[in-house]
Every structure is written in C-alpha cells, then in structure tokens.
C-alpha cells in the first residue's frame, strides 16, 4: 500500500544546530506540504511543493527551507534551530486534481533546548 | 483572507449520544471541504469531503457531515457517539480557485465517556 514515512519520529537538538525531517512518499504524489502543528493554532503551513525543482513559502516560513530533487522526496530543514521551532511537523501529499486529499504522515515530535 | 474556525475547543458526549463538531470557514467562491481525525501520537487520517452535490456527506467510521451554504458551515455529525471516537478532529477548506491549499481549523477535541 502506498504511503507517507517521516523520520525521525522524535528529535532532539540545541538552539543554533542544523536539523533536517525527511518525508518520503510512495504515492506517486506531486504535490507535498510540511506543516507545523501548535497548540491552539492547529497546523500551519510551512513549505510546499507541487513537483520536482519546485517549492513555495507557506505562511510560517521564516528559518525553514526545503528541496524538491525528486518526487517521493521533500526534507524540512531548520537552518538554525530556535526554542520557537518546538512543535510536532507533519508532512503531507496529495495529487493534483481538484478536490484531492491531502494524505499525512505520523509526524516528528522536535524539541529544541 | 481565508479563515477556517472551529468553535469549541473540546465538545464532551456520552456513549450512544449523537455528537456533532462544528466548522465555519470564510473562503471565497465555492470551496472544497474536509474533516480529518487525529489521534494521540498520530497523523491526520481523512474522514471525509464534499465537493458538490448532496449536502449530507457519509464518511469513515459511521461519521457524517452536513454543509450548508447560507451559513458557509460543514458541520461533522455521528448518531451514536462511541468511546473509540475520542479524538482530536480537524475541519480543513480548500478554496475552488486555489485547490492544492489547505487552511485548517485549530482543532476540537471530542471525549466520549462510556
């Protein structure tokens, strides 16, 4: 069955480190899409794609980046992580047509001190 | 802007009581419309959508929702509560001019007590 793996499941890391969530997805999707779940802020858009060399900033992209090199694949990474980056991140994908469902991860559980 | 607003943080329902999460969104156009569950540890799984037609949507796990246009609502529905369905559910809009976006709603858990 297809499906959309994260890793790791939990990290922990130091203010000012490199880190990197992986995504990968057998869907054959073209679309994928890293949010950032809050408490009391449901989950926020952080990056997306819609295919291979593309990627877009969501609406909390500030400290976060991401490439497309292939379709089953679109890291996260923080380029230096704060105590404002402590969340849980799931990524998603869907296809391209309308009204296409979003399919989830299990999520990361990051946890920057 | 595009909005999407669950009401209640937390709606508490006995076992075998009908139970029902709201949703309100500000989108324009038509949008699409989506209920996702989310328990402990978990991802979001998909419950259901509407597209068009019908405004009773049937979906997993004996869920229904019911979209009504006037009051730009997508309320999620069940006749019969169970304890199992206790969990953190997420109303979504995807906007017709712009349908590769999501915009979810903050959440609302449901505690259904035996």
């Known amino acids: 069955d297809a499906e959309i793996t994260q890793s790791p499941r939990h990290k922990i890391t130091e203010t000012g480190r490199q880190v990197t969530l992986a995504c990968h997805q057998t869907?054959?999707?073209?679309?994928m899409f890293w949010y950032r779940q809050d408490l009391g802020h449901g989950l926020r858009l952080i990056h997306y794609?819609?295919?291979?060399?593309?990627?877009n900033k969501g609406e909390v992209s500030d400290g976060y980046s991401v490439s497309r090199s292939n379709t089953e694949d679109l890291p996260l990474t923080l380029e230096s992580a704060a105590s404002s980056q402590t969340s849980v991140y799931f990524c998603?994908?869907?296809?391209?047509?309308?009204?296409?469902?979003?399919?989830f991860g299990p999520g990361t559980r990051l946890t920057v001190l | 802007a595009q909005s999407v607003a669950q009401p209640e943080d937390q709606v508490n329902v006995a076992e075998g009581n009908p139970l029902t999460v709201k949703c309100t969104y500000s989108?324009?156009?038509?949008?699409?419309l989506f209920w996702y569950v989310q328990y402990p540890n978990r991802g979001l799984q998909f419950l259901l959508k509407?597209?068009?037609?019908?405004?009773l949507v049937k979906g997993s796990y004996g869920f229904e929702a019911e979209f009504n246009k006037s009051q730009t609502s997508f309320h999620l529905k069940k006749p019969s509560a169970l304890v199992s369905d206790s969990a953190l559910y997420f109303c979504?809009?995807?906007?017709?001019?712009?349908?590769?976006?999501?915009?979810f709603g903050s959440g609302t858990k449901l505690n259904v007590k035996p």
């Open positions: 989108v324009s156009g038509n949008p699409y």
């Open positions: 979504a809009v995807s906007p017709q001019y712009n349908f590769n976006k999501f915009y």
């Open positions: 509407y597209i068009t037609g019908d405004n």
């Open positions: 794609s819609y295919g291979v060399q593309d990627t």
């Open positions: 998603a994908s869907s296809g391209e047509g309308e009204a296409d469902t979003q399919y």
């Open positions: 869907w054959n999707h073209n679309n």
